[in-house]
């Protein structure tokens, strides 16, 4: 079972939302070739605001999906996407319904 997350919450600056919504659907093949990203998953949540959140079965696989390309990708474009620099969260997972949980 997931038992570590990471939560990132994104806003973007005023007319970059399709920009940044096209960013972030891009970047699914990038979390599929993470073998150690067991979930990962792109939200809008608002207008402007959007989220990242991945689980993990361990903190290496935690710690290379920080270090990995979406996470790069994501820095090189925050200047021209984000209206801030992201808010990352390292959360533990208590409970979950999916598959193999």
Known sequence: MDKFG????????PGKERELEDFLKSAKPMAEAE???TTWYALKIGKSRYGIF?????????KAHLNGEIAKALMKSAKDLLAHEPRIEHTEILAAKAPGA
């Open 6 to 13: 990471l939560w990132a919450m994104l806003e973007a600056k």
């Open 54 to 62: 991945d689980t993990f079965t361990n903190e290496d696989g935690r």
């Open 35 to 37: 073998p150690e990203t």
